[in-house]
């Protein structure tokens, strides 16, 4: 039986590789209410947590 | 709002991991069971986390974010007094007869244990409320991204249950649970970011507390009397009401979530499904009602951020939208919104695999066609995903004439969710209890709530037959309609069941407690595998928040 944390890592560390280049390309680009580049911190939260689910899976297999 | 070509992007990711996990898990399906019940085989990070992720639909999201902003902290006790303590009951003292019967619903469980009449009763209540509460959820969904998105409401009401019909369709229950993780996390790490950038914004929690009345952040201190509160409820409505009727009702013998458990792979961890789930549960309250009180704290701030009026006061619908406008740049909105979606879909994907099953064992193989071969039942529970999403689908588009989700999903439940558990409580606890007592005492509950309902006015809602009482709020009202109801059903089921003829105590083995010997854990079970010592654990770290935020 497969094991649902690889694609679930593959997922969020795709999500986080795009929300990174997001907040790499335009860093000036933000929210109305925040000055915070959110999508660069947002992105990197993302590529750790599928990082560690692709490390817990591959680990496994 | 408007989207960037990224937010489109993330989208489509999401989409099109929903729709490969589905394709994957499809050659896993071989029978009836296979699709209908997971065939026993998920693991307890699986079901657990899909036992939340189930619940977690999108007017949930919408509406507890909303709840936040209206009437603060005292949102949480739908999740630290009205599921928390369900939850650890269903699971130590509940599943061991849910699994160990080895029933394949909770309305099969009520044929075993009681008679077919009251499984049909249960069987079918339990149909319509799936297809009602789907079809709400899906309204949700579709009217919330006409108004932020602009996007058509049938457009995305057909996309997002298109995809949900696929996958569902493609690997059942367990591609159902599956892709219930994927959206949990989602879920999770899509929300985060707005609770921490509103809550930082506004000053933190003391920032907040400064800027609010007192009332909106706490849980307890304003519930000694209905006036005193924004909800109109007090101790008693509440812990009898919201935190024992209806919780109960949902968590312990709602097919949407037990299902969940049921599909684990031991008894252990069909047990501690329920409680590994709730520590999550728990914290849920702080990514999406603590968003909602900060936006009333930054309404006061004049930073620029202000819910639309709505009448005499605010669309609270719209909390959770505009706070992502306002703090979520083009890439993480994407983000957001797909959370959003996700939360519909999972929603959507928990009554879907549920109607499947009890239209399929509980009412076709019941009544309809018995002693077919499997293969016929496997194509019997594909084609209640067709039918169950397009019933969905029409009840969305009937939803458009009502306006307040929470108010009327919790009406439904009062009307059915609420007697149920007196039924299971007898039928698991009480070896007298029989059949005639359980369908009695639930044709009675079901009755004495649409009579309360009907005899009782608030904020012009029921009284359809007279006015006997006004309740200051629509929630107190409910709250005593299930306390009615439960209470009925409970006096019902006993003063019958002593008027029939009980059933022979060997019949009742492994369906009620006493006769039936409690498994013990499996031998390799650690000491905090062990269901009681989660069920303390997570008791204790319930009571902790509740006095924190009290």
Not at chain 2, 159 to 175: K, R
Request: net charge positive; with cysteine; hydrophobic share 50%.
């Amino acid at each position: 039986m497969w094991d649902l944390r690889l694609p679930s890592g593959l997922f969020f560390t795709l999500l986080g590789l795009i929300l990174c280049a997001t907040g790499l390309v335009g860093p000036a680009h933000h929210a109305p209410l925040t000055q915070a580049n959110v999508n660069l911190y947002a992105g990197a939260g993302m590529l750790a947590f599928g990082g560690v689910m692709l490390w817990l899976g591959l680990r496994r297999s | 709002m408007r989207l960037a070509a990224v937010d489109y992007l993330i989208i489509a990711l999401y989409f099109a991991f929903v729709l490969g996990i589905g394709w994957l898990i499809r050659k896993r399906v071989a029978s009836s069971e296979d699709f209908l019940t997971s065939s026993r085989s998920v693991p307890l990070w699986i079901t657990s986390l899909a036992f939340i992720a189930a619940n977690m639909g999108a007017q949930e999201m919408i509406g507890m974010c909303a709840s936040g902003a209206k009437y603060g902290m005292m949102t949480a006790h739908f999740y630290w007094v009205g599921a928390i303590p369900a939850m650890i009951f269903v699971g130590v003292f509940m599943m061991p007869f849910y699994y160990g019967s080895r029933a394949r619903s909770v309305p099969e469980y009520l044929r075993l244990r009681f008679d077919e009449k009251t499984r049909t009763f249960n069987a079918v209540t339990f149909a319509a409320m799936t297809v009602f509460s789907s079809g709400i959820s899906m309204y949700a969904l579709g009217r919330l991204f006409q108004l932020v998105l602009g996007w058509s409401f049938t457009s995305s009401v057909l996309l997002s249950a298109g995809i949900v019909l696929a996958y569902t369709y493609l690997g059942g229950l367990t591609s159902a649970m599956y892709n219930e993780v994927l959206q949990f996390f989602l879920i999770v790490l899509g929300f985060t970011p707005l609770a921490i950038l509103a809550v930082h914004r506004a000053g933190g929690w003391e920032g907040i507390s400064s800027r609010l009345p007192d009332m909106m952040t706490h849980s307890w201190a304003y519930t000694h009397s209905p006036s005193a509160n924004a909800m109109g409820v007090e101790v008693f409505g509440l812990v009898m009401g919201l935190g024992f009727v209806l919780s109960f009702g949902y968590w312990c013998t709602d097919f949407l979530v037990v299902q969940r458990a049921m599909a684990a792979n031991s008894m252990t961890a069909a047990r501690n499904t329920p409680l590994v789930a709730a520590f999550p549960k728990m914290l849920i309250p702080f990514i999406v009602i603590v968003p909602g009180i900060a936006a009333m704290a930054l309404m006061q701030m004049n930073v620029g951020y202000a819910l639309p009026p709505k009448g005499s006061a605010y669309d609270y619908d719209l909390t959770l939208t505009t706070l992502m406008a306002s703090f979520y740049p083009s890439g993480l909105l994407g983000v957001g919104l797909t959370a959003l979606m996700a939360s519909f879909m999972s929603g959507m994907a928990g009554n879907v695999t549920a109607l499947n099953t009890v239209w399929t064992y509980d009412i076709y193989q019941g009544h309809i066609r018995k002693g077919a071969p499997d293969s016929h039942y496997l194509m019997v529970g594909r084609l209640t995903t067709i039918v169950g999403t397009g019933l969905s689908i029409a009840t969305a588009y009937l939803a458009q004439l009502y306006n307040n989700i929470m108010d009327l999903l919790q009406l439904v439940f009062g009307f059915v969710n609420a007697p149920l558990f007196a039924t299971f409580l007898l039928g698991m606890f009480w070896k007298r209890a029989t059949g005639h007592g359980a369908f009695g005492g639930l044709v009675a509950g079901t009755a004495a709530a649409a009579l309360t309902h009907g005899l009782t006015l608030a904020e012009g809602k029921g009284a359809w037959i007279a006015r006997l009482h006004e309740f200051p709020s629509t929630m107190a009202q409910n709250f005593w309609i299930a306390i009615v109801a439960w209470t009925t059903c409970f006096l019902v089921t006993i003063v019958v069941s002593l008027l029939t003829r009980p059933r022979p105590e060997s019949e009742l083995v492994n369906l009620v407690y006493g006769i039936t010997r409690l498994p013990p854990p499996e031998p390799q079970a650690r000491w905090y595998q062990r269901p009681g010592v989660l069920a303390v654990v997570v008791g204790v770290a319930c009571v902790l928040l509740n006095v924190w935020f009290g």
